[in-house]
């Protein structure tokens, strides 16, 4: 973390050459023409032309120094603009798609750094990109291509801008449909969570007392459906159909963890009612929030 914040300093302070002593001298980083004068556009400079100068044979034999300026890399794109960032993602995953090794490391060196558990600055959106190259890549064997395969599909399932696919489900009288069978002209809250959780225990019962909540629902805008990612015959699917208020609807989705990350519950998706996501991974204080503002605004 300091060393991202050195580096983000000398950007701004127009000092980028100082940083290339610190990278394991791989290569020397670009640096801004002083006329750039605020941080985006800096940052876009550098970023777009980052590895102009790295000579990546030496890169791929020395992979310790290449993970570090990799780093270095992504550090600087919370800074930058979308556009940029994700064309000189497309750009670098674009020079080595007919060399398999090359994408297989760069892909797994993103996921390390945007996608994993451990993940310095955990961003789906940039590292969709690093996954689709590896995903389609001809050069990777299909045991290689199917973890980010995966990826791709759950990204693209669940994060904000995404329409949510027809995910089929088990509802708690045993009928079976897809989330494209909820067509209220209302707002959705997909809530995913687990009995023995104890985290979910306790916002499913803030959330089910909650009197703007109630009233939302009441109103006919806001639908929540609360889903248990696993099979009907398990012992927790009757615990969260016995918990499961009855203004909510209750269902089991067996092939939940195939379209929505699920590495942390309770997870919240907040859709509109063409099944956009709106927010994702929202906590229940803010969703408790939010829906008192908008009952509140409603009332005056």
Same mark, same amino acid.
């Given at each position: 973390?300091?060393?991202?914040? $050195?580096?983000?300093?000398?950007?701004?302070?127009?000092?980028?050459?100082?940083?290339?002593?610190?990278? @394991?001298?791989?290569?020397?980083?670009?640096?801004?023409?002083?006329?750039? =004068?605020?941080?985006?556009?800096?940052?876009?400079?550098?970023?777009?032309?980052?590895?102009?100068?790295?000579?990546?044979?030496?890169?791929?034999?020395?992979?310790?120094?290449?993970?570090?300026?990799?780093?270095?890399?992504?550090?600087?794109?919370?800074?930058?603009?979308?556009?940029?960032?994700?064309?000189?993602?497309?750009? $670098?995953?674009?020079?080595?798609?007919?060399?398999?090794?090359?994408?297989?490391?760069?892909?797994?060196?993103?996921?390390?750094?945007?996608?994993?558990?451990?993940?310095?600055?955990?961003?789906?959106?940039?590292?969709?990109?690093?996954?689709?190259?590896?995903?389609?890549?001809?050069?990777?064997?299909?045991?290689?291509?199917?973890?980010?395969?995966? =990826?791709? =599909?759950?990204?693209?399932?669940?994060?904000? @801008?995404?329409?949510?696919?027809?995910?089929?489900?088990?509802?708690?009288?045993?009928?079976?449909?897809?989330?494209?069978?909820?067509?209220?002209?209302?707002?959705?809250?997909?809530?995913?969570?687990?009995?023995?959780?104890?985290?979910?225990?306790?916002?499913?019962?803030?959330?089910?007392?909650?009197?703007?909540?109630?009233?939302?629902?009441?109103?006919?805008?806001?639908?929540?459906?609360?889903?248990?990612?696993?099979?009907?015959?398990?012992?927790?699917?009757?615990?969260?159909?016995a918990e499961a208020p009855a203004n909510w609807i209750t269902?089991?989705?067996?092939?939940?963890?195939?379209?929505?990350?699920?590495?942390?519950?309770?997870?919240?998706?907040?859709?509109?009612?063409?099944?956009?996501?709106?927010?994702?991974?929202?906590?229940?204080?803010?969703?408790?929030?939010?829906?008192?503002?908008?009952?509140?605004?409603?009332?005056?």
């Amino acid at each position: 973390m300091k060393r991202i914040l $050195l580096i983000i300093l000398l950007i701004a302070a127009g000092l980028e050459a100082r940083v290339s002593a610190a990278s @394991g001298d791989l290569f020397i980083y670009p640096t801004a023409p002083d006329t750039m =004068q605020n941080l985006q556009s800096r940052c876009d400079y550098i970023v777009k032309r980052f590895w102009d100068r790295c000579n990546f044979d030496h890169g791929f034999r020395n992979p310790d120094k290449l993970n570090r300026a990799f780093g270095d890399w992504i550090s600087m794109m919370p800074y930058a603009s979308a556009d940029t960032v994700y064309a000189s993602v497309d750009a $670098l995953m674009a020079r080595f798609q007919k060399k398999g090794p090359e994408t297989l490391e760069l892909a797994s060196m993103a996921e390390n750094w945007l996608y994993s558990d451990t993940a310095t600055m955990r961003s789906s959106d940039i590292y969709v990109h690093f996954a689709k190259a590896a995903a389609t890549s001809k050069k990777l064997s299909k045991a290689e291509r199917a973890r980010f395969t995966a =990826q791709v =599909q759950i990204i693209e399932s669940s994060s904000v @801008g995404s329409t949510v696919p027809g995910v089929p489900y088990v509802k708690a009288d045993g009928s079976k449909g897809t989330l494209d069978d909820i067509k209220d002209n209302a707002s959705i809250l997909l809530f995913f969570n687990d009995p023995d959780c104890l985290d979910c225990r306790m916002a499913r019962g803030r959330l089910s007392a909650n009197y703007h909540t109630n009233q939302l629902i009441e109103k006919g805008q806001l639908v929540i459906v609360s889903i248990y990612p696993g099979d009907t015959d398990d012992e927790n699917w009757e615990k969260s159909k016995a918990e499961a208020p009855a203004n909510w609807i209750t269902v089991a989705m067996p092939d939940a963890a195939d379209y929505f990350d699920l590495s942390s519950t309770p997870l919240f998706l907040f859709l509109n009612s063409r099944h956009k996501v709106l927010a994702a991974n929202l906590d229940i204080d803010y969703l408790l929030g939010a829906f008192g503002t908008a009952n509140q605004a409603q009332k005056k």
